[in-house]
């Protein structure tokens, strides 16, 4: 599964892994992409969403009907 938050979009940067020697090798920075399961009231049922702890934050302050709202505007099925 990628590592996309669905609400905020993150995804992973890249960039080198360094060592002591100095040799530079790449890396992946992974968002903390968590799955959550919410009760959405509009249509009775629960949605499960994978998001970073960014977006949890997120849905915590706008709601989850906006924050599905959100996603959906963005064109991610949920």
């Not at 020697?21 to 959550?36: A, E, G, K, L, V």
């Not at 949890?56 to 099925?77: F, L, Q, S």
């Amino acid at each position: 599964m990628s590592a996309h938050c669905m609400l905020t979009g993150a995804k992973p940067g890249f960039g080198n892994r360094v060592s002591h020697s100095h040799r530079r090798t790449s890396r992946r920075f992974d968002p903390n992409i968590q799955s959550r399961r919410y009760w959405l009231e509009s249509e009775n049922r629960h949605v499960r969403l994978r998001l970073s702890v960014r977006g949890i934050r997120t849905v915590d302050t706008i709601g989850v009907e906006a924050a599905v709202a959100r996603i959906r505007a963005r064109g991610v099925r949920v």
